[in-house]
């Protein structure tokens, strides 16, 4: 069936530094949301990337979804302490499911000031 | 304030005992789901709701029970034939209409069961 797999599973950075989260399917996705998750807290909806080659942007975030429409990619630029987290791109199951997630386990974000 | 609420936001309960948690949204929305998430881990859907009267199970079902009598309700049940209730549960919703079916999440109850 559909997977998809988000590398690294976990990534340390100092403030200040870059990260790049990074979700390969096997095979093509109709979109592609991504969540954050704070420690203790609950998903949020960051954003949804539908076109082929499509890049979005949010102030210091920018999301990028594949040409073949099988990865998409998530970087942050300048990492603050407000940027940890659990990072998710769920599966969208598609069909008559459609709006059905499949989360995998993300990526979790530590920042060290 | 629109959105979507949970209680209580920590549960305790005893073996053997079933507990229900409660899950409302007053944002309009026909889809609801639910959600176990452990440790350190990914969120697994228990099941989901698209209309109500009807609902789905999910990737982990055994164990839990659900109903969608109104729209603005989905309340999860933990029987006690789960076998390691012990979690964090996340109540969602989503729209049906529109291709962009972002889910609001509710801020969680933790079940600690003894």
């Known amino acids: 069936g559909q997977q998809v797999m988000q590398i690294p599973q976990y990534q340390h950075v100092q403030e200040g530094e870059d990260f790049t989260t990074y979700c390969n399917s096997s095979?093509?996705?109709?979109?592609i949301q991504w969540y954050k998750q704070r420690p203790g807290g609950h998903p949020v909806f960051l954003i949804q990337?539908?076109?082929?080659?499509e890049v979005k942007k949010q102030k210091r975030l920018t999301f990028q979804f594949g040409e073949a429409k099988k990865n998409s990619s998530l970087h942050i630029t300048a990492t603050q302490t407000t940027d940890v987290g659990t990072y998710f791109c769920?599966?969208?199951?598609?069909?008559?499911?459609?709006?059905?997630?499949?989360f995998g386990q993300g990526t979790i974000l530590t920042v060290h000031p | 304030d629109g959105g979507i609420t949970q209680s209580p936001k920590y549960l305790f309960r005893k073996e053997g005992q079933n507990v229900t948690l409660s899950c409302e949204q007053n944002?309009?929305?026909?889809?609801m789901y639910w959600y176990r998430q452990d440790p350190g881990q990914g969120l697994r859907l228990i099941y989901y709701?698209?209309?109500?009267?009807?609902?789905q199970k999910g990737d982990i079902a055994e164990g839990y029970s659900v109903s969608r009598e109104k729209k603005e309700s989905f309340p999860l049940t933990v029987t006690s034939a789960q076998k390691n209730p012990t979690a964090f549960y996340l109540c969602?919703?989503?729209?049906?209409?529109?291709?962009?079916?972002?889910?609001?999440f509710g801020p969680g109850t933790r079940l600690t069961v003894t």
């Open positions: 969602a919703s989503s729209r049906r209409d529109q291709t962009l079916r972002e889910q609001y």
């Open positions: 769920p599966l969208n199951a598609g069909g008559t499911s459609y709006g059905k997630l499949t």
């Open positions: 990337l539908v076109k082929s080659g």
């Open positions: 709701s698209q209309i109500v009267n009807d609902f």
């Open positions: 095979t093509t996705l109709s979109n």
């Open positions: 944002l309009n929305h026909d889809a």
